[in-house]
Structures are given as structure tokens and as C-alpha cells.
């Protein structure tokens, strides 16, 4: 946090600044979707009683990490920070994107993988908050495996989808934030070398 001079104890301020929250904010798609097997109906059905009771004023306010749009027929994906650069950008995009297209086409073919329970979710995000990209991942089995290693294996199961999208080329600029650090890693990079220069900090985000 350079607006007080110490290093933030997490690595995305996204993920935490939910905590103290009410609770309608934070809601997770993930249970909504255990708890009514992912129908559109029941969705809409949800939305229109938050707001009949209320519990809050649009759509807007429903503050998942992925959000379905009942106006615009969209999937959200609002877990990220604010991406540094446009080359980022449009990495992240790609690989939305593709995850959407392998996920619907494994649903249509029967090949629809099992959603992990809700603590292994809630215990993920946390340390992915956390830890960034130094995060280790844990599975309800008491494995552990590193954050980066999933991102690996994901770029290459979604390679053949992001052929048929043509996006396959932005799809592996994933791999340089791998390779040369996320914007938190370089603003940190920069605040070591050069001590606590807030300017040239902030140049470190692009």
C-alpha cells in the first residue's frame, strides 16, 4: 500500500476488499449454481426477489466474481484487478474467452468436469489473494499443487480452443506475466531496487 508506505499484505486488493462487506455482496455464483444446478430461470428468478425485498437496487450489486447479465445475455468476469497494460488486457480476454467456448462445448459433448466443493473454493481464492502468483493450491484430496503450474497446464488444455478462435497468439501472452511477473511483482521490483520512489513505482505498472 503505497499511499502508507508498507507493503500490502495481500498481492490483489480485489479479492480482500470484500471482507467487511455485507454479506449481500459477496454472495458466491459458485453456491448459486450448486444450489439450483445452473438454471437460467431460477437466476433470474433470484434477481428479481433481491430486488422486490430490497436486498439491493440492481443487478449491480450483486458483486460475484462471475456474473451472468439478464439485460445483455453476457458472462462477467470480474475478478481481476485493473490490468496494467493493453498487452495484458487482451491476454486476460483471451483467455476468457476460451475458457467460456471449452467449458460450453465440454457441457454440449457430456464432458462436464466436477465442481469443487465450497471450501476448496473459498480456501483457493483466499490464497490466490494472498499469495499471487506464489500461491499453492489445495484439493479436497489434501493435495497441494502451485498456482503457477495450474495456469500451465490450463494454457495447454485451451490451446486447440484458442485455434478455432483465432486468439490462440494472445492467449499465450499468459505465459509472459508468468515469465516476467505480474503488475504487483514489478511494482515491487521497482520499490526494492530504488527504495521508496512512489512515482517510479507507478511507472512499474506498465
Known sequence: NYATQRR?????????????LPEKAV?????FVEENDADWAAFEQFIESMIATNSIGSIREIWWDIRPHVMYG???FRMCDGMATLRE?????????CLVEFLDASIASGRESRQPTGWVV????????RFGMDAVLVSEDGSTRPIRRDIERLLTDLHATAVSLNCAAQLEWVREILEQGASYER?????????QDF???AYGLV
Open 8 to 20: 500490502d499484505t495481500f498481492d490483489t486488493f480485489r479479492q480482500s476488499k470484500g471482507v467487511k
Open 89 to 97: 488486457v487482451i491476454a486476460l480476454s483471451a483467455l476468457a474467452q
Open 122 to 129: 473459498r480456501e483457493n481464492k483466499w490464497r490466490a489473494a
Open 187 to 195: 511494482q515491487r521490483g521497482v520499490t526494492e531496487a530504488e527504495g
Open 199 to 201: 512515482l517510479n513505482s
Open 27 to 31: 454472495i458466491e455464483y459458485a453456491f
Open 74 to 76: 453476457t458472462l462477467e
